[in-house]
């Protein structure tokens, strides 16, 4: 099993980037799916997480409203749009995939997922 993690990079204050984790060897259609940061000197961060259909989705109260988290089935693939971005966002971003029921706020505890990705760098410049 394999998650690769894209689309990070630098931006400015208030802009855009969507990260984009790639799978492999994974029945993603069956995986919940999640994303979480960690920056330096801090520990991981949970995000938000997705349901295997995409109906059910969990966002940390960090960036609720700025950030969605979505995914395309057919593509192994999952998103994080991450909009109004601060330099507080600065982080390693990393994507994780869980086989089991979808678990609401529980899906908060980074225990519960069994694959992760290596991360993609976003940074942000004031």
């Known amino acids: 099993v394999q998650l690769v993690e894209s689309g990070g990079g630098l931006v400015q204050a208030g802009g855009s980037l969507r990260p984009t984790c790639t799978t492999s060897?994974?029945?993603?259609?069956?995986?919940?799916m999640g994303w979480f940061r960690q920056a330096p000197g801090k520990e991981r961060e949970f995000l938000a997480a997705?349901?295997?259909?995409?109906?059910?989705?969990t966002y940390a109260d960090a960036v609720k409203g700025r950030f969605t988290i979505s995914r395309d089935n057919a593509a192994n693939t999952v998103y994080l749009q991450m909009n109004s971005l601060k330099p507080e966002d600065a982080a390693v971003y990393y994507c994780?995939?869980?086989?089991?029921?979808?678990?609401?706020?529980?899906?908060?505890?980074?225990?519960?997922?069994?694959?992760w990705g290596p991360g993609t760098q976003v940074t942000v410049s004031s």
């Open positions: 994780a995939a869980y086989s089991g029921p979808y678990l609401g706020r529980g899906m908060a505890n980074e225990n519960v997922y069994t694959y």
């Open positions: 060897g994974l029945t993603f259609r069956m995986s919940v």
């Open positions: 997705i349901s295997w259909n995409g109906k059910d989705t």
